[in-house]
DNA sequence: CCACCTCAAGTTATCGTTTTCTCATACCTT
DNA sequence: AAGGTATGAGAAAACGATAACTTGAGGTGG
């Protein structure tokens, strides 16, 4: 079907070696010889045929992406700064949407291994030691983006979450807030539980204010846990409210207001994530953003320099959040 | 580094072919033989080469994704859709963010096809006849998702735009209007342009009230042009507006503002996508659905069809749309 | 009893490249 | 003029699989 670099030395009258000789510019060839082969190159249409080449060179140029799920927020940003710096390194790359799922998550890596890619970006809230052992065992580059193990031991590019929790706690402290309730992540979830966690603690530890483990109850992300969460902080009367994620905080908002109170008014609440709910929710939410974006194109950027065998100067690049500040704390009315 | 089929056989003592009959089940093996070749797989901790395999059978069981822009709305879904299927049938996808682009999407199409992959799943709102040959060129199935072109040469899967367009209209003049302006997309753009226009000239007709060529206004999908659209139409004191994209819908909406009207009260607005925007935007924006992921979804498993070579029925599958009351028709005071 | 068939398993060509040798020619060098 | 060294290009061996052919041992029938 395809012409084969063998039609081509045929048209050429060349062998096969020339043809690939002028193809990767791979050693001299005269001037004559190279203008044949390009003639005959174009007279027969051919195109190489990477899987062949890849065989024999042992390098695919594919990396594969493995993500909870492409169509849930903040993934389709780093998703596309990867792809971005991937198609300008000429990478391709193979998406895997695991929900987060172990034997999905196995299975893809096994997949993708297969498959020979050269590296492994691998995105999602928890890496479990399961996963993390097949990673390892693949043998090749692999980069967490926004995302880290506990042990560090992959490279990653992530931003700092304790210290976002701390702003977002600072911030509230700032308000004037002295009891300052959080809504956490699992415990067991080392960034969404461990790490804010702690940045909250840090917050109020600077501030001086005595913590309180009955100020901090643990969700999962989620509305309803949230919810009965929320119930019981304010039982404990808070007067501010940290959430790990914005569907938390959004919860939370309503079972404020089921409780007769009002946000910001009565309370003020800060979400995680500036995901779409965060400003289209009433109160919109004020809210920690990551820079989605960037997460992907510098761990692309990093999977790269892995890749070629560059000297890295920090495998673990940290990047800045924001706060973002909406009405949830008391700032902004939405103007029609 | 990793053990290849030549190794397991050595260590089975078998063949390199027996190895490959009992990894393919394609001819009967002894019990015993294939209990020693199994053993030597684990033993080994073998894993096929899918290139070495590829490269043998032709075959990739690869797809290429070509998709104007991932972290857009609406396509993380259709991209969400066609990998659930895909990977149901044990297909890979590539990703490529084109922005639409015409070089881009040139260049990698010439790139999936020098990677083999089995088909490609087109994704974009207009699709240039130097690309369409192209993808004709490569020679293997071609899926169109969410688009079609203008001679429905290639398979496709999309909603009926004309109708949907229709169903807007028809419902702004349910709802008692007669004075209906439009801001279309791009007269050259065979959908967004030609159908949606041609769907409420209809519903226009239909309910003998006759079409004005000063009631629709091109636009480009984009904010600014529609503002202009629409202070354009204000002139001819449009009592409704149906706009081809929520973002044109809420800047008209915007400049409806300006103008010192309000909507619903005085002019109703209809958007587009049913993009976050639409229910983010003050007022929520009454909108068109496109079933995101059922048309990656069924897209490809049409894919899977073609590749199979199974008999189609319809190579031209049409999703039902859904229209979606919001304020901006007067329906839902959103509470709180 | 031998020709023939069956069936498991081995040999080998092939997929389309890259790359290491080789080799022939031409050019220096002394 | 003889020997050494560039230099351009071909031959052939990989890369790691599949599959078409062989082979050879054992079973069957006339």
Redesign the interface.
């Known amino acids: ?2 012409a084969t670099i063998k039609d081509v030395a045929r048209e050429a009258k060349v062998s096969i070696a020339t043809v690939s000789r002028v193809l990767n510019n791979s050693a001299v060839v005269t001037d004559e010889t190279k203008q044949r082969v390009l003639d005959a190159i174009k007279k027969t249409g051919y ?6 080449r ?2 024999k060179i042992q390098k ?1 140029h ?1 990396i594969g ?1 493995i993500v909870p ?3 849930s927020p903040f ?3 780093v ?2 700064g990867i ?2 710096i991937a ?1 300008m390194y ?1 990478y ?6 695991t929900d987060q799922k172990e034997d999905k998550e196995m299975n893809y890596i ?2 993708l ?4 890619v050269d590296g492994i970006i691998y995105m999602g809230d928890i890496i479990r030691d399961s996963v993390k052992q097949q990673l390892h065992d693949v ?1 090749i580059p692999i980069v967490l983006a926004g995302t880290e193990d506990a042990e560090f031991e992959f490279p990653n590019v992530n931003i700092d979450n304790k210290k976002a929790s701390y702003d977002a706690v600072k911030y509230l402290i700032s308000l004037g807030h002295k009891k300052i309730g959080m809504i956490s992540g699992p415990s067991d979830d080392p960034i969404g539980g461990v790490q804010r966690t702690s940045g909250y603690k840090e917050a109020l530890s600077e501030a001086k204010i005595r913590f309180k483990s009955s100020l901090v109850v643990e969700g999962n992300f989620k509305a309803r846990q949230a919810y009965l969460a929320m119930l019981k902080l304010l039982e404990n009367n808070v007067d501010a409210v940290f959430a790990a994620s914005d569907e938390m905080a959004a919860a939370a908002i309503n079972a404020i ?1 089921d409780s007769g109170f009002s946000v910001p008014e009565d309370i003020h609440v800060i979400g995680f994530d500036n995901t ?1 709910l965060s ?2 929710f ?1 109160p919109t939410i004020t809210t920690i953003q990551r820079p989605a ?1 960037d997460i992907g194109a510098v761990s692309m950027r990093l999977m790269t320099k892995l890749l070629a065998k560059e000297p890295i100067d920090d495998m673990h690049v940290v990047l800045p959040h924001q706060l973002i500040v909406r009405e949830s704390t008391g700032y902004g009315e ?1 103007k ?1």
């Open positions: 079907m395809n195109k190489p045929n990477a899987l062949a890849s065989l695919t594919t992406l799920d492409i169509s993934y389709p940003e998703v596309r792809e971005d198609s000429s391709n790359i193979f998406l895997c949407n096994e997949i291994s297969e498959k020979q043998g207001f779409y400003y289209m009433r974006y939405e029609k």
